[in-house]
């Protein structure tokens, strides 16, 4: 059964970037047909689909945060990261690392205040 866990720092400054790694067990990111995906959920609100990294390195993004997104991975680490650049308050969730939508991580908290 694959495993996600995602880490990484819980509160950012506004305007900095958002560093988010997904460590993946007993699953290669690299096998066809698997599409590794970021999700947040900001408080009181339902979730949001960030992107996701295909199998193949192919990226796919949010429209409404296409030109602040950035997801690559490390298949050595067997791993992927997101990257949100200039967060501020509203980007404050919890982010969620899914494989395909079915299997999920824990979700991390994210706070983004000065």
């Known amino acids: 059964q694959v495993q996600l866990q995602e880490s990484g720092p819980g509160l950012v400054k506004p305007s900095q970037t958002l560093s988010l790694t997904c460590t993946v067990s007993d699953g290669s990111i690299t096998t066809n047909l698997y599409a590794w995906t970021w999700i947040r959920r900001p408080p009181g609100k339902g979730l949001e689909w960030i992107g996701y990294?295909?199998?193949?390195?192919?990226?796919y993004y949010s429209p409404s945060l296409k030109s602040r997104t950035s997801i690559s991975r490390d298949t050595s680490k067997n791993q992927f990261t997101l990257q949100l650049r200039s967060v501020t308050p509203e980007d404050t969730a919890v982010y969620f690392c899914?494989?395909?939508?079915?299997?999920w991580g824990q979700g991390t908290q994210v706070t983004v205040s000065s």
């Open positions: 990294i295909a199998e193949t390195g192919s990226t």
């Open positions: 899914t494989r395909n939508n079915i299997h």
